[in-house]
């Protein structure tokens, strides 16, 4: 089967820097991509990773390896308003088959 | 530029009921998709199309129908309500992969009660 393993809360304080972990076992790999989810709100995309290494997005770094069927999302500087759900997901194919298989979702609470 | 807009936004149905959620996008995407959410589940995908007039079966199709008439719009209906439909409905769309990722953006949601 296809599966897509994160934690499912994490607890971090103001300013600090926490990293959000990520495996996955699936047929294929054409992708992978983190979305955040405030509470009551949609997925919204955050980065994107389809060769290994780091890809830096201001505060948002995501780092991927392919052997190793791993990802992980980290944040600096963390503020307030990054209190939401974190989201992993892998297209396992190319092509025409868009499909995402998603990860149940990380809650991070920043806490003062 | 409004991006995904999803109708209704609440909805409470009683069981055995039939309604249509809409979901229109102005990005000239591709791919649209219907995902529901629910509390440990993650989201998981109802039905997708690739281009206008095109439709296929995601994980959960079952009880759901869906069409793409027009290319910015991709409707997904319920014929005949159930409990177990009660969830959160988010309608996707995405760019086709030129040479880049296509990330999905995603509507608002449509939160559904069947009672």
């Known amino acids: 089967g296809q599966n897509i393993d994160q934690p499912t809360e994490m607890t971090a304080t103001e300013g600090a820097i926490v990293q959000i972990n990520c495996t996955y076992q699936t047929s294929g790999f054409n992708g992978l991509f983190w979305y955040q989810q405030h509470a009551g709100e949609a997925p919204t995309f955050l980065s994107y990773n389809v060769l290994d290494g780091l890809e830096e997005k201001g505060r948002f770094s995501s780092f991927l390896s392919r052997s190793k069927g791993y990802s992980y999302l980290l944040l600096k500087e963390l503020q307030m308003k990054d209190s939401a759900s974190y989201l992993c997901a892998v297209r396992p194919n190319a092509g025409n088959n868009r499909k995402l298989i998603w990860g149940l979702g990380t809650s991070l609470a920043v806490n003062p | 530029n409004a991006g995904v807009t999803q109708t209704p936004k609440f909805r409470v149905l009683k069981t055995g009921q039939s309604m249509t959620l809409l979901c229109a996008q102005d990005?000239?995407?591709?791919?649209m998709y219907w995902y529901r959410q629910d509390p440990g589940m993650g989201l998981r995908l109802i039905h997708y199309s690739v281009g206008e007039g095109t439709t296929a079966k995601g994980e959960v199709p079952d009880g759901y129908n869906v069409s793409r008439l027009k290319k910015q719009n991709f409707l997904l209906g319920l014929e005949s309500a159930a409990p177990s439909q009660t969830s959160v409905y988010f309608c996707?769309?995405?760019?086709?992969?030129?040479?880049?990722?296509?990330?999905?953006?995603f509507g608002q949601g449509t939160r559904l009660t069947v009672v």
């Open positions: 990005m000239n995407h591709e791919y």
């Open positions: 996707a769309s995405s760019d086709r992969d030129r040479g880049r990722f296509d990330e999905a953006f």
